[in-house]
């Protein structure tokens, strides 16, 4: 797996010696330009971005464990004070594990913390391909309407040594995934054996719009 990136201090957010939360806007309200602040990352998010040291990435996914939702972010440079800002742009339905919380492997847990976008899975198959160890096995309309992985995936690799990334806590050797699930009615509460859960219609325009590299924070 490669190596957490190094950034300039210049990039970070909040300003050198410092870890504030940024000021963000909703999408609607920039467009009117508007100032009330709209949906904000997660202090703890972005400390965490400084003391590892990692890249802002142009977009930026954050999971609420307690709201099973996901939110994605934008980056947003402010000239005026040559600080780095994220811009709400969208809110999803999501499903996390039913087993709860945790980052050892075998769990069937919901790891916390900070990770990326390392690969992208099922680019320009068509809507309902089940998936089988990354591979196309069939689809949902040919006896498999609750396959568990559909769609497209996004497979998550964690950033902090120890706590999600090596050893028996590394997410990406857990196959943890951003992935369609076949029964969309479970998304909103609980339902997955470790990964996130997103509805077709959500899933698909998000994996052609987000790169890999892209940052997700997942938290209670």
């Known amino acids: 797996m490669p190596e957490v990136a190094a950034n300039s201090k210049s990039e970070l957010i909040g300003g050198q010696g410092s870890c504030y939360p940024s000021s963000m806007l909703s999408l609607r309200r920039a467009l009117s330009q508007v100032t009330l602040p709209g949906p904000k990352l997660p202090h703890e998010f972005l400390c965490t971005l400084r003391r590892l040291g990692v890249v802002p990435s142009r977009f930026a996914l954050t999971v609420s464990v307690a709201s099973q939702s996901m939110l994605l972010f934008k980056r947003t440079?402010?000239?005026?004070?040559?600080?780095?800002?994220?811009?709400?742009?969208?809110?999803?339905?999501?499903?996390?594990?039913?087993?709860?919380?945790?980052?050892?492997?075998?769990?069937?847990?919901?790891?916390?913390?900070?990770?990326?976008?390392?690969?992208?899975?099922?680019g320009g198959w068509p809507i309902g391909t089940v998936f089988r160890s990354r591979k196309p096995v069939g689809f949902t309309w040919q006896g498999l309407p609750k396959a568990p992985i559909v769609h497209r995936i996004l497979w998550l690799e964690g950033l902090e040594p120890g706590y999600n990334r090596g050893g028996d806590?590394?997410?990406?050797?857990?196959?943890?995934?951003?992935?369609?699930?076949?029964?969309?009615?479970?998304?909103?509460?609980?339902?997955?054996?470790?990964?996130?859960?997103?509805?077709?219609?959500?899933?698909?325009?998000?994996?052609?719009?987000?790169?890999?590299?892209?940052?997700?924070?997942?938290a209670l």
């Open 77 to 122: 440079l402010n000239t005026q004070h040559s600080t780095l800002n994220y811009s709400f742009r969208q809110r999803y339905r999501i499903s996390t594990s039913a087993y709860g919380l945790g980052q050892e492997a075998d769990s069937d847990h919901t790891p916390l913390g900070l990770h990326r976008i390392a690969m992208k899975v099922g």
């Open 169 to 218: 806590v590394d997410t990406f050797k857990r196959y943890i995934y951003i992935h369609g699930f076949g029964d969309e009615s479970t998304l909103g509460r609980p339902q997955s054996h470790g990964c996130i859960h997103l509805a077709a219609d959500d899933l698909i325009p998000l994996y052609d719009f987000v790169p890999t590299g892209t940052l997700v924070w997942i």
